[in-house]
């Protein structure tokens, strides 16, 4: 049974987002623009613990020389640096590896999907390299990853761990207030987007699914905000303490 508590406040949340987007929706301008305010101070800003940073319009590069262009929303870890332009704070370069999450707010998801999934394919064409650190999310244990290949033709062969996407791939999480009419249609559709998107959630609705990286997760209700925080906090874990070459962006 859920925490009342919980559940109460996580209510209270959902209810103020709707609310307060459904102020604007009449004035498609104004909603799109009004909605991503409304999530990140009402919601992102009120939640994320304050060694991480929410920052806005930058872009995020690897170590082969890919960049992704603006970004809507972007999470990344308090304690490791990032380039910016001088005399404006809001433009920054991100490395890949200090990036937790990236998040696209939508009003429209059903109308904007291709936008979407635009964003995804640029994430997905980065790669980053995590040296070492440890690492692990909440539905399973914490790994050691050491910056080193262990061969030993005496070990039995390990298949990859859907979750292993996290440490090479920046986690992308799409938001809609208004979408589909149904939850199965947003699994449909983050499923065919192939693992380019770690999570969708309709706020309208209720509801959020997450991708097989992030345990495959199906929240309803109240309970979708706590569904998405879960696989934000998740994917933070796998860059808290990881080490990176950054020489190699220079290489």
Request: glycine letters at 12%; charged letters at 15%.
């Amino acid at each position: 049974m859920p925490n009342p508590y919980v559940l109460e406040r996580l209510s209270g949340l959902l209810a103020g987002l709707n609310a307060t987007y459904a102020a604007t929706a009449s004035s498609a301008a104004a909603a799109k623009g009004a909605g991503r305010a409304n999530f990140i101070d009402s919601f992102l800003k009120q939640v994320i613990p304050p060694g991480w940073r929410i920052s806005t319009n930058g872009e995020i590069t690897d170590a082969g020389g890919t960049k992704t262009g603006e970004l809507d929303i972007i999470i990344e870890n308090g304690f490791f640096p990032s380039l910016p332009v001088i005399g404006i704070e809001s433009s920054r370069l991100y490395f890949a590896e200090g990036v937790a999450a990236v998040i696209e707010v939508k009003s429209n998801l059903q109308g904007q999907w291709s936008e979407a999934v635009s964003t995804g394919a640029k994430l997905e064409a980065l790669d980053r390299h995590i040296k070492g650190g440890i690492m692990g999310g909440s539905s399973g244990p914490f790994v050691i990853q050491l910056p080193m290949t262990i061969n030993n033709a005496n070990l039995p062969k390990m298949s990859p761990m859907p979750k292993d996407i996290i440490k090479k791939k920046v986690p992308y999480f799409v938001v809609g207030y208004k979408g589909w009419s149904n939850p199965e249609t947003i699994v449909a559709k983050l499923d065919e987007a192939g693992g380019s998107i770690s999570g969708i959630l309709q706020l309208d609705i209720g509801y959020f699914a997450g991708s097989a990286a992030f345990d495959s997760v199906r929240a309803t209700g109240a309970l979708s905000l706590l569904g998405f925080l879960n696989s934000i906090n998740e994917a933070s874990s796998y860059i808290k303490s990881a080490t990176a070459d950054l020489l190699s962006y220079g290489r």
